[in-house]
């Protein structure tokens, strides 16, 4: 079945400068050598032979204002300007009781905010050796960290002092780390990065009450750098600079693309899904997901997707 679209398109006549082109394609878009180091979890089924259970179409495509948000304003007060970071903040991150919220920076720094007064209560210089570009919060009190510099750091805050240290650092990846999502329960850990790859870690009790992330294994599929993930249920979406959108299913440990979105004329930078409230409650078969994407052609994508309850 093929993809069915209706969109609508706003132009936006506004380009980001070249030397931010220019570092932008340096950081994400350049696409190294492939992962072959993790083993695949993908099926041998392409998407196409997937079609015959699910199926998919383009909702709405639009683009958005050219504003840059530059402060926060609540009941018509300027409460903060965030200029605490001295380079571009790649990434944000609410504690799951949102009281906190964590931001990650090129200048290598990550941050805690408290999120009653904007206070920023900590902030970890040189947390990586490189850029950092993502960052994801566990429901677990874990928070982790990717970077250019190919590691993800995990952090968790002490509960005496209420600062971050340092717990682990994995390292699988052969190229710089772009986005990280994690499941909704805190075991399962998805990075990607321009090496092509989604590796899949997932929690492992070692004893003790100690907890690991080992390595699962890899989703491939995407021809170039990933450079955004959402998890939505069992979910698991994709964006990358082969301006397409890859939508995994995991059951059982063994993944499968169920679709890939194509639409975008440029590299898909950022991604959100969520279920669709406007399904039938009483359809008990069928399952209805909406994902959002947002691409450096000045775009944002929704999607929708219908997949078998397997409840």
Partial sequence: MGIMERHQTYHLHRHLPDHDHHRMADSYL???R?????PSLTSSKSHH??????HHCLVTSFTPHSSYISSITVAGKLKSTWVHHVDTVS???LSPDESLLYSVSWDRTLKVWRTTDFKCLESVRNAHDDAINSVAASSDGHVYTGSTDKKIKVWRRNLEDKKLSLVATLEKHNSGINALA???DGSVLYSGAS???IVVWERKDVGEGQNDMVVLGA????????LCLSVVSDLVCSGSADKTVRVWRGVERSYSCLAVFQGHTGPVKCLTAAIDRV?????DHELSYLVYSGGLDCEVKVWQISVPNLL
Avoid: F, M, T
């Fill in 49 to 54: 032979q997937e079609n015959n259970y699910h």
């Fill in 195 to 197: 090496d092509r790859s």
């Fill in 91 to 93: 990434g944000l991150a």
């Fill in 182 to 184: 994690i499941s909704d």
């Fill in 219 to 226: 989703l491939r599929g995407h021809s170039k750098a990933i």
């Fill in 279 to 283: 399904l039938d409650d009483d359809d």
């Fill in 34 to 38: 492939s992962l072959q180091s993790v």
């Fill in 30 to 32: 350049s696409s190294q």
